[in-house]
């Protein structure tokens, strides 16, 4: 078996591209290197472990898009202000002293420690404001074609984890089962167009305006022959990532197949 077969549903996901500082972005469909750091959990490898590169080298990544899901943007804060018992009188803070959060500020003391930003008129720690953004109600099906013997390992991992995983982040549990079989395919694209839909999808279908005429599909392709995105693992445990490319088809709906995959093994 060469396809290993991911379902990523949930109330929530968010797969960050371009996240910078207190900017937390979602794109419209799972990434490269937020599936690999799901597959990194259930293996139970740390954000450090070479293997983590490997791994996404050994594997090209389809994705089928069943429900695209609305983007949503949360207004989000931490620290700052007063906590506990613990009470601030102005002047320097560092980041090592015990309340919670606050914006760090470019400065340094003698010791390597970073101080904490003072807001001028309360004398507290300023407040560290964020934007996150997540795609609500999305339904994803997610193909990963490898050597045999790998997708077995990630078969084995995603039925018994080691660690709880999640859909791009940890406040993002998923509906159903992310494991949803493997199989013999002779491309992403074979795969994708076999792959089943769940009973949320189509209830979804039906409460709207009917069934979409063909469904998006993202297959990973060679150098140039996609749009290119920096989703690919390069050093985990310092978050640089490689180019990869990206191929956009869509599948008329009537092609694909709406039971389960008959090659699938549990």
Request: proline content about 6%; charged content about 25%; overall charge neutral.
């Amino acid at each position: 078996m060469n396809t290993i077969f991911l379902r990523l549903e949930g109330p929530f996901q968010a797969w960050g591209l371009r996240a910078r500082w207190g900017e937390r972005d979602t794109v419209d469909a799972p990434t490269k290197s937020g599936l690999i750091g799901l597959l990194g959990c259930a293996l139970g490898l740390r954000r450090e472990n070479y293997e983590l590169r490997q791994i996404s080298d050994a594997l090209r990544l389809g994705v089928r898009v069943d429900l695209p899901g609305t983007r949503l943007r949360d207004y989000h804060t931490t620290g700052g202000g007063h906590y506990g018992d613990v009470s601030h009188r102005g002047g320097t803070r560092l980041h090592t002293e015990a309340y919670v959060g606050g914006v760090l500020s470019a400065q340094v003391t003698s010791k390597g420690e970073i101080k904490v930003k003072i807001n001028e008129n309360t004398k507290e720690p300023e407040t560290d404001v964020s934007e996150r953004y997540y795609l609500a109600d999305a339904s994803f099906l997610a193909v990963l074609q490898g050597p045999p013997d790998l997708v077995t390992r990630l078969a084995k991992a995603l039925q018994d984890p080691v660690w709880p995983y999640f859909l791009g982040r940890k406040a993002c549990v998923p509906a159903e089962p992310i494991f949803d079989g493997v199989g013999e395919y002779g491309d992403l694209l074979a795969a994708l167009t076999a792959g089943r839909f769940t009973p949320r999808v189509e209830m979804a279908w039906q409460g709207r305006t009917g069934r979409p005429g063909a469904l998006r599909l993202l297959l990973e392709v060679g150098p140039g022959q996609g749009n290119r995105q920096y989703d690919n693992i390069d050093t985990p445990a310092r978050r640089v990532f490689r180019p990869r490319y990206v191929h956009e088809v869509w599948l008329p709906l009537g092609e694909a197949s709406s039971s389960a995959i008959n090659t699938m093994e549990g």
